[in-house]
């Protein structure tokens, strides 16, 4: 009797030790990319801001004038001095997608069809400014004739600075409670 006792009492610990250990899964998610990281928000605002000013230029209305049509364009080389910062697919198909907003150019995809191509470049450089990290995108675009290979238009240069401070939220406002 004490010997089925003690081998129920040693069963019940068991039992409960094994219970009590249950397997932790441990997920191994990437660390957040820092602010200064080039995100496809950047795309979209350097696209915004760059293509529209290509398509105000004089290109489009020199060559409707001599050939009566829209231009065509097609997105030509963009080259990554980035070291892969940037996700250049993201980055062209939003020039494609202001290319074909503007309404003034006809938007082809096969190069060998178009009478002009947007080439470019993007690059990326690390610095601080005082201690703080930064990274400096460079990015140029430019419209070349696509058999010449003139440039129909000057190029274009920004530069982009981000860095990976956190700016902390503004302290609340509280309004003092009345009697």
Not at 24 to 50: G, K, R
Not at 58 to 69: E, P
Not at 130 to 159: C, F, H, M, N
């Amino acid at each position: 009797m004490r010997l089925t006792l003690l081998c129920l009492v040693l069963l019940t610990v068991i039992i409960n030790v094994g219970c009590s250990r249950q397997k932790e899964e441990v997920q191994n998610t990437p660390p957040p990319p820092p602010l200064s990281a080039w995100a496809a928000s950047d795309s979209v605002a350097v696209a915004d801001e760059l293509v529209p000013i290509l398509l105000k230029r004089s290109w489009i209305a020199d060559f409707k004038q001599r050939t009566g049509q829209l231009p065509k364009v097609a997105l030509g080389p963009i080259s990554d001095r980035s070291q892969g910062s940037i996700d250049l697919e993201v980055y062209r198909g939003e020039l494609r997608r202001v290319l074909a907003a503007g309404g003034v150019v006809q938007v082809v995809d096969a190069r060998d069809a178009a009478d002009f191509l947007l080439k470019g470049s993007l690059g990326a450089n690390d610095g601080n400014e005082g201690d703080v990290p930064v990274r400096r995108y460079q990015i140029d675009l430019v419209i070349v004739e696509r058999v010449s290979g003139d440039v129909a238009t000057p190029s274009l240069s920004i530069e982009k600075q981000k860095d990976d401070r956190v700016v902390a939220p503004a302290p609340k406002v509280v309004a003092p409670a009345t009697p």
